[in-house]
C-alpha cells in the first residue's frame, strides 16, 4: 500500500492508502476533516472542492495518491485566528448560503476565481463557478457575495 | 371543507392580539439579520450525517435492480459474504418477516389501491434502482466491492411507462390489482351550462415532465442500538413523522427509538418520506446489534430518492367574448410510478384546489386518475401540485388572451379577485383571506419596464429580426402554511397539521427554544429568534433554537408545504405569550400589586406610572430559585404552546419573464426577470429573498432544463449530474425581487409562506415568455424542459 505525506489545513500526514482511495475521502473518513461534503459521483457538483497547491481541486477526482507531497487547503483551514477568510465572510454578508451544503466547495472555487480574475464582472463569476452547483440560492446572492469578496481583497 | 373558517373573526383576533409589536426601530421582526447558522456551514463544522462515526461502525451498500420490471428469481449473496471485510450480506427473503410495507400515510379515497411496498423486493421489482440485497462491511469501498459477488437472477416483465397506455386494458400491470391507483373527483357549479354556447372554449394538453428534486446533500443514515433502545440520524425533513411511521412499520416501540435530523442538506420535499434505506438501517442495527451507516452516490439518489411533478393535464377552459372566466374543467392523470409512497397520491389533491387560481368563475370540475407505472414513486417536490396547477391556469389563460387578442395582463384583471372583495371563497371552496393582486402586478408592470419591452418586441417582430423577444406574466397564489388539522382529517390524511413550540428563561436569563419542525437551510434558528426576541424583550443573541430531534424536540410535524413560519413560528409565539403570563405572575409577587397594574416593555414589567420594574431575566431567575414564588405557580419560567391554524395562508404574487429566443438556433435566454411576491408580514427580508431567488431558480429549472428521462425499457437514463442538467450560475440570470405586504389574517403574525412561491410563479412565466416570442410563427404551445431543440423544431 503507497504512503503518502500530505499536508491538509496546516498539519502533515502520513497515511498509508490504497492506490484508488480518493482524496475526498482520504480527508473525510481518514483524517475526520468533514467540512468538505460530496454531493455527485461524475465530478459534477463541486461540493468537493479543496485547495491543492494553491489551485481549486475536486477532491472526488483526485487520487489520494496524487496528493502525495501536496498541500491542501479545506473550508476548515481558511479561517485564520479566528476569523474567517473574507470570502467567508462576504458569504454571511450577502446570504449566499442556504443549506450550506455545497458551500465549502463555493467558497474554495469563489477563492480561485479571485486568484485568477481579481476584479471579475458578474458574467465571469457565472461563468467561472459553472463548476459548482447549488441547490437553494439561485446563484444571486452567491455572485453578491464574491464581487463583495473582491471589492475586500481588491481595495 | 371551508364553512367552518371564519376569517372575518380571526382578523379580529389579530386586531386586538397586539401579541407582536410593529416593526420599527430597533424591533427584530423585520430586519434583514444575518444567520446565526452560517457560522458553522461556512467552516465546515456542519454535522452532516454521513460525517457521524461511531466505534465499531459497519458500512452498507445495497445491490439494486437493473431492470425496471422482473420477477426475481434467485438471490445468492454467498458469494459477497467470504470477501473481504463483509460482516453480513441479507436478501430481501431475510427481511421479508420483519420489514413491513413502506407507508402511505394519505389513502385519499375509498377506491385508492396501496399495493404492498416491501423496503427490499423479495418477489419483484417495480421500478430502476429498487433494492433487492445489501453487503454490511467494515469499510465503505469494500462494502461497494462485494456487491459484485452477489447474483440476482431476474424474469423479466413487460414495462409499464406510458400513463395513457397504462389505463387500456391491453396494458401489462404493475400490480395485479390494475393500474389505476385511485380517482379523486371536485365540482363546484354547473359545468354543463359554463361549456354550452360558450362565445370562447380553450382546449389544451399540458404534460408536467417527471422532476429529479436533487437536494445537494445525498441521503443519509446512521442507525445504531444499545440493545434496547434505537438511535437513528437521517437527512430527513420529518424527524417526527418518520419515527412515528419507523414505530408502526418495524415494531420497534416508539418509545425506543429517537429520531435525529442533524444539519440536512437540502430537501425540497425529497427528503419528506419514510425510505426503504431507513428502515432497512433500522434493521440492520437489530439484526447485527452494531451501529450502521448508508450514504447514498448520486446515482442511487437519482434513481430511487423520489421524483416529481409528472402529470398529464387536460384543460378546459370556457370564457365569455370579454375574456371573463365562466368555467374550468380539468382532467388530469397523475403517474404514482411503482407505489404509493408517504403521500404519493395526495401531491394531485393539492393542487385540485388551486387550477381556478387567483380567478373568479361559476364553474369547475377536477377529475384525477393516479397511475401505476414502473417508475420510482413520485410524492412531494417543491409546490406539490400546486405548480402543476399554477402552470396549467396561468398557460391556458395566455391562450386565452391570444384568442381574444387582448393584453395577456388584461385578461387576468377582468378575472381575478379584486382587493375589496377579500375574504373570498373560490369556487374550489377555499377562502383566500387577504391579498392584493392589482398592487404586485402594478409593482411588478413598473420594475419590468412592462410597455418598453413590448415596444421593443412589436419591433423585433417588425424588422423580421432572429432573435424574437417573448413576455411571459404569471400570477399565481397558493395554498400552504400546511395546515388546518380538520381539514387534512377531511381530505383523509392520516395526521394533523398543527405545530409545537417550547420556550425556556435560563437561570441566567439566556432563553431555549425548541420547535417542532425541522430546517434544512431555511434559517429557522434565525426567524424564531427574532420572533422571541421582540416577544419576550430579550437580545437576539441571547436566544437559541433546538429542532430535529425526537429526544430535545418531543412533539412536532416537521418541515413541508412553506408551513414552519406560519405554524412553527406561531407556535413559538404563543409558547412566548404563555412565558409572559407567567412572568407578569410572578412580576406582581415581587412587586406587590396587582397583575393588571403593570407594563410590559422591551423586557421589563414596571409598575404603571412608577419606575418600580423587574426584568425578564430577573424574574427567570426567581423562578429558579423558587424561594418565594406565589402559592399555586410551579418554579421554572418556561411554557409549551401548539398552534393548528384555522385556514391555509395563500401568498400570491406576479412574475414577469422576458426572454430572447434564436429562432435560428432554438435557444432561450432569460433577458430579465421580475418577481413581486405578497407573502405577508416578512420576519427576516433577507431569508425571503434567498427562498424567492431558489425557487425561481427551481422553477425556471423545469421550464428550460430538467427531465427524468426512461428509455424504451424503462431505465433512468438521467441518473447522473453528468446527464440530468441542474441550472449552474452560468444557465440563470439576475433576478430582480421585491415585494407587497398584505398581512394574512389567519395568524397573528400575519405571515404568510415563502418556501414555494418562486416555484409555483416561475415554470409558467417562462413558458409563457417563449410561446409569446413565437405566436406570430403559430407557436401554442412547447413541451417542457423548452429545449433549444424543443424550440428550434416547434418553429419548423
Not at chain 1, 43 to 50: D, H, I, Y
Not at chain 2, 610 to 615: E, L
Not at chain 2, 659 to 671: H, L, Y
Request: hydrophobic content about 40%.
Amino acid at each position: 500500500m503507497p504512503r503518502i505525506a500530505v499536508t491538509v489545513d496546516g498539519i502533515g500526514y502520513e497515511e498509508d492508502v490504497e492506490p484508488r482511495l480518493l482524496l475526498v475521502h482520504l480527508l473525510r473518513d481518514r483524517l475526520g476533516k468533514t467540512g468538505t461534503p460530496i454531493g455527485c459521483d461524475t465530478s459534477n457538483c463541486g461540493a468537493c472542492t479543496v485547495m491543492l497547491d494553491g489551485k481549486s481541486v475536486k477532491s472526488c477526482s483526485v487520487l489520494a495518491v496524487q496528493a502525495d507531497g501536496g498541500d491542501v487547503v479545506t473550508i476548515e483551514g481558511l479561517a485564520a485566528n479566528g476569523t474567517m477568510h473574507p470570502m467567508q465572510q462576504a458569504f454571511h454578508e450577502e446570504h449566499a448560503l442556504q443549506c450550506g451544503y455545497c458551500t465549502p466547495g463555493m467558497v474554495i472555487a469563489a477563492i480561485d476565481l479571485l486568484r485568477q480574475n481579481p476584479d471579475p464582472s458578474e458574467e465571469a463569476i457565472r461563468e467561472g463557478l459553472e463548476g459548482n452547483l447549488c441547490r437553494c440560492t439561485g446563484y444571486c446572492n452567491i455572485v453578491r457575495a464574491v464581487r463583495r469578496g473582491a471589492a475586500v481583497k481588491t481595495p | 371543507m371551508t364553512e367552518e373558517l371564519d376569517a372575518g373573526l380571526v382578523a379580529q383576533q389579530v386586531a386586538e392580539s397586539g401579541m407582536l409589536s410593529e416593526p420599527g426601530e430597533g424591533k427584530e421582526v423585520g430586519r434583514a439579520r444575518k444567520r446565526k447558522e452560517d457560522a458553522r456551514l461556512l467552516t465546515g463544522r456542519t454535522q452532516w450525517t454521513d460525517n457521524i462515526q461511531l466505534p465499531g461502525m459497519l458500512y452498507i451498500a445495497f445491490k439494486r435492480s437493473p431492470m425496471a420490471h422482473a420477477r426475481i428469481t434467485g438471490v445468492d449473496v454467498s458469494g459477497a459474504k467470504g470477501m473481504p471485510g463483509v460482516v453480513a450480506a441479507f436478501s430481501g427473503q431475510d427481511f421479508a418477516d420483519e420489514q413491513g410495507s413502506l407507508p402511505c400515510a394519505w389513502p385519499v379515497s375509498e377506491n385508492v389501491v396501496i399495493p404492498d411496498h416491501p423496503p427490499m423486493a423479495v418477489e419483484e421489482v417495480r421500478y430502476p434502482g429498487e433494492a433487492v440485497a445489501c453487503v454490511v462491511a467494515t469499510d465503505r469501498y469494500l462494502a461497494a466491492d462485494a456487491l459484485d459477488a452477489i447474483d440476482v437472477d431476474y424474469e423479466p416483465l413487460p414495462v409499464v411507462l406510458d400513463m395513457t397506455e397504462a389505463l387500456t386494458d391491453a396494458s401489462p400491470k404493475v400490480h395485479e390489482a390494475g393500474n389505476r391507483a385511485f380517482t379523486w373527483t371536485f365540482a363546484q357549479g354547473d359545468m354543463e351550462a359554463a361549456l354550452r354556447d360558450a362565445p370562447v372554449v380553450i382546449d389544451r394538453t399540458y404534460v408536467q415532465q417527471r422532476l429529479i428534486p436533487t437536494a445537494m446533500e445525498p441521503r443519509a443514515v446512521v442507525a445504531t442500538t444499545d440493545g434496547d433502545g434505537f438511535t437513528l440520524w437521517t437527512s430527513t425533513q420529518v424527524p417526527h413523522v418518520l419515527r412515528v411511521m419507523l414505530a408502526l412499520t418495524t415494531g420497534v416501540p416508539e418509545h425506543k427509538l429517537r429520531v435525529i435530523a442533524p444539519d440536512v442538506g437540502g430537501g425540497f420535499g425529497s427528503k419528506l418520506q419514510v425510505t426503504a434505506e431507513e428502515v432497512l438501517c433500522l434493521l440492520l442495527t437489530r439484526k447485527l446489534g452494531k451501529p450502521v451507516k448508508w450514504t447514498e452516490s448520486r446515482s442511487e439518489g437519482n434513481m430511487t430518492v423520489h421524483h416529481g411533478r409528472d402529470q398529464i393535464q387536460h384543460i378546459t377552459l370556457a370564457a365569455e367574448a370579454d375574456g371573463r372566466i365562466r368555467g374550468l374543467k380539468v382532467e388530469l392523470l397523475a403517474d404514482m410510478g411503482a407505489y404509493l409512497m408517504l403521500v404519493t397520491p395526495g401531491v394531485p389533491l393539492l393542487g385540485a384546489f388551486m387550477f381556478n387560481g387567483i380567478y373568479k368563475m361559476d364553474a369547475y370540475s377536477f377529475d384525477c386518475t393516479g397511475v401505476f407505472t414502473t417508475k420510482m414513486p413520485t410524492d412531494a417536490y417543491r409546490g406539490a401540485g400546486r405548480p402543476e396547477a399554477t402552470y396549467a391556469i396561468e398557460r391556458v389563460m395566455d391562450e386565452l388572451a391570444d384568442e381574444l387578442g387582448l393584453d395577456p395582463i388584461e385578461v387576468r384583471r377582468r378575472n381575478w379577485i379584486r382587493h375589496e372583495e377579500f375574504p373570498y371563497t373560490t369556487i374550489a371552496g377555499l377562502t383566500y383571506d387577504s391579498g392584493n393582486y392589482e398592487a404586485a402586478t402594478e409593482k411588478a408592470l413598473a420594475l419590468f419596464g412592462y410597455d418598453k419591452l413590448r415596444a421593443e418586441q412589436a419591433d423585433r417582430r417588425d424588422r423580421g429580426d432572429p432573435v424574437q423577444l417573448g413576455i411571459g406574466v404569471s400570477t399565481y397564489t397558493e395554498m400552504c402554511g400546511l395546515a388546518p388539522s380538520r381539514v387534512l382529517g377531511s381530505l383523509a390524511y392520516a395526521a394533523g397539521g398543527w405545530e409545537h413550540g417550547s420556550v425556556r428563561m435560563l437561570p441566567t436569563g439566556k432563553v431555549e427554544v425548541v420547535t417542532g419542525t425541522s430546517p434544512h437551510g431555511q434559517g429557522h434558528e434565525t426567524a424564531w429568534s427574532q420572533i422571541v426576541a421582540d416577544s419576550l424583550g430579550v437580545p437576539f443573541e441571547d436566544v437559541a433554537v433546538m429542532h430535529g430531534d425526537t429526544a430535545i424536540s418531543h412533539k412536532g410535524m416537521d418541515t413541508y408545504g412553506s408551513r414552519s413560519l406560519v405554524v412553527g413560528g406561531m407556535a413559538v409565539l404563543q409558547a412566548c405569550e404563555k412565558v409572559k403570563d407567567k412572568a407578569r405572575k410572578l412580576a406582581a409577587h415581587a412587586l406587590e400589586c396587582s397583575a393588571d397594574d403593570l407594563d410590559f416593555a422591551q423586557g421589563s414589567f414596571t409598575v404603571k406610572g412608577t419606575t418600580s420594574s423587574k426584568t425578564i431575566q430577573e424574574l427567570a431567575l426567581a423562578a429558579f430559585a423558587a424561594h418565594d414564588l406565589p402559592d399555586g405557580l410551579e418554579p421554572r419560567l418556561d411554557a409549551d404552546a401548539t398552534f393548528d391554524p384555522d385556514n391555509f395562508s395563500f401568498p400570491h404574487g406576479t412574475h414577469l419573464c422576458a426572454i430572447e429566443v434564436d429562432t435560428e438556433t432554438g435557444m432561450a435566454k432569460i433577458r430579465k426577470y421580475v418577481a413581486v411576491d405578497d407573502v405577508g408580514r416578512v420576519v427576516n427580508p433577507l431569508i425571503v429573498e434567498g427562498q424567492v431567488h431558489g425557487g425561481l431558480a427551481q422553477g425556471i429549472a423545469q421550464a428550460l432544463f430538467e427531465e427524468a428521462v426512461h428509455d424504451a425499457d424503462g431505465n433512468l437514463l438521467t441518473a447522473t449530474m453528468a446527464d440530468y442538467l441542474l441550472p449552474s450560475a452560468a444557465d440563470l440570470p439576475d433576478f430582480v425581487t421585491d415585494r407587497t405586504e398584505t398581512p394574512a389574517t389567519s395568524n397573528p403574525l400575519g405571515v404568510k409562506g415563502v418556501g414555494e412561491a418562486g416555484t409555483i410563479a416561475s415554470t409558467p412565466a417562462v413558458v409563457n415568455a417563449i410561446v409569446d416570442a413565437l405566436r406570430p410563427r403559430g407557436v401554442h404551445d412547447i413541451q417542457m424542459p423548452c429545449t433549444p431543440e424543443r424550440i428550434w423544431r416547434a418553429i419548423r
